[in-house]
């Protein structure tokens, strides 16, 4: 943002923290004892935007994005391509590849052959979206999203593509996009992160890739807009219980003392890194209350439960995962980041991605349904999708029934659903051979700032000097809203 934005934020949480940051500690400990909540002080609600922001209304306050790391196969879930089967096994027209970059792990091949999916596909809904019998549950869901086939980047490997997904640049240090918008549009809980992340399970075999905190971070804004990561074993925040012999009034107390001399330290220095640990410990110790209540699933219905499917109370999977975000949007969080691994099928790809598809489906479908049912899908924003896409040629043996596919940054396949989305929409195309945009291309800045757009945001505006640059989540070079995909 603009300096002056910045020094008005400060000073806003300066005035905060003096007037009541002690008194939020004594709110959480109340929490622990019922008998002082009478003499509880009022204290502002949430974590404030900054000054100016949203630019307009949104249409969406809030974000879920669903990543699929490792890059889904379009051709064989979303790109229906029924004219493949006439060049089963013959080479990749050289007027297709058009002398396009690949990578070093199939440009020694002697043969580019084409590999048609052996999955069926279908018209779904009344919107006639073409879906395969991979996602059978997202057919259900085809008039909720708007389907958009002609994504591309330039990244054509995992790490820098995620990171470009996810951060709008190929190079590390940049700020995450829930960073951005925690930073720009704070959060309405008290007692929750702004921004929280899940990388639940994924099945025995597949061929996963790393996962780096980059993918979450704040980068150069300031590290309480980091993404906080929930775990799916343990503790879901590591120490968020006090260790034995330590009671939450001995907790408290502790917090007081830092925190007195944590504030005369930001009144002699004025480092807001000195502002962000105090808030950082206030949260820490209201998120020992507030976590377990989230995670208690006892309030849900069963027919809710039984929707996400059968391992939706099994901490760490996906379908569990699932249901937390819409638990969390609904207790005020700003974005919920589900990171889900194993979709990087090179080889043995119709057995690899099945179990994929089957672990993420189902919830998917089901968070859909359940965010439209309770009314909040009209105001937030789901996002469904990879980093990049995959080839239609093989990689290694091919058979009728088995083959591999390399990456192919060139176009994939994305889905949005909810705040201010067309629903029931498909948007933009590929060649017959799902290897080049012809129609209405999308570049993931296009993207990006299309998603600023909808939670309030012109992404021209929203800046932070660093470097002696204004930063942007969408890069210096010319970007677009699709306004066409949107209500």
Not at 120 to 126: L, R, S, V, Y
Not at 269 to 290: K, N, V
Not at 423 to 449: C, M, Q, R, W
Request: hydrophobic letters at 35%; a neutral charge; one cysteine or more.
């Amino acid at each position: 943002m603009q300096p002056v934005h910045d020094y008005h934020a400060l000073t806003q949480r300066r005035q905060f923290f003096a007037s009541s940051g002690l008194s939020l500690g004594g709110i959480a400990y109340s929490l622990l004892n019922p008998s002082s909540v009478a003499a509880a002080p009022t204290v502002q609600k949430g974590q404030p935007p900054l000054p100016g922001l949203p630019h307009f209304a949104p249409r969406a306050k809030r974000l879920i994005y669903l990543h699929m790391n490792g890059a889904p196969s379009q051709l064989d879930m979303f790109d229906y391509k029924p004219g493949l089967q006439e060049f089963y096994d013959q080479e990749l027209p050289a007027s297709i590849r058009n002398g396009q970059r690949i990578t070093t792990m199939t440009s020694g091949q002697a043969r580019f052959p084409v590999a048609p999916s052996k999955f069926d596909f279908k018209a779904c809904g009344e919107s006639g979206i073409e879906m395969s019998s991979l996602v059978p549950h997202m057919h259900d869901i085809a008039d909720d999203i708007t389907m958009i086939r002609s994504v591309h980047t330039e990244a054509i490997n995992h790490d820098p593509a995620c990171t470009f997904v996810m951060t709008g640049s190929e190079i590390p240090g940049k700020p995450s996009l829930g960073s951005w918008l925690s930073y720009g549009l704070g959060s309405e809980s008290n007692d929750l992160p702004a921004f929280v992340v899940f990388t639940p399970t994924f099945p025995a075999g597949s061929q996963a890739q790393a996962l780096f905190t980059r993918m979450w971070s704040s980068g150069f804004l300031p590290t309480s807009h980091n993404g906080v990561a929930l775990r799916g074993t343990g503790d879901p925040v590591l120490y968020i219980r006090n260790p034995p012999g330590v009671s939450g009034a001995d907790r408290r107390q502790m917090l007081d003392a830092l925190a007195k001399l944590n504030s005369n330290t930001l009144e002699r220095l004025g480092d807001p890194e000195t502002q962000t640990r105090i808030a950082q410990y206030e949260m820490a110790f209201r998120m020992q209350t507030s976590v377990p209540e989230l995670t208690d699933l006892s309030s849900e219905s069963k027919s809710t439960l039984e929707m996400y499917g059968p391992n939706v109370d099994k901490m760490g999977t996906y379908a569990s995962s699932a249901i937390m975000a819409r638990r969390l949007i609904e207790r005020g969080v700003r974005v919920v980041q589900i990171l889900h691994r194993g979709w990087d099928q090179h080889n043995n790809l119709p057995k690899l991605i099945t179990n994929q598809s089957n672990d993420v489906d189902q919830p998917t479908a089901a968070l859909i349904k359940d965010l439209k049912q309770r009314g909040l899908l009209d105001d937030t924003l789901v996002v469904f999708g990879g980093e990049f896409g995959r080839t239609v040629y093989s990689q290694g043996t091919l058979t009728k029934e088995n083959y591999g596919r390399d990456h192919h940054p060139r176009n994939f396949c994305m889905w949005l659903a909810g705040g201010g989305v067309t629903p029931g929409l498909t948007y933009g195309k590929t060649d017959d051979f799902s290897y080049n945009i012809v129609e209405n291309p999308v570049h993931l800045n296009d993207l990006n700032a299309t998603i600023l757009h909808c939670m309030g945001i012109d992404d021209r505006r929203f800046t932070f000097r660093f470097q002696g640059l204004d930063q942007r989540l969408t890069g210096v070079e010319e970007v677009r809203v699709v306004k066409e995909i949107l209500t």
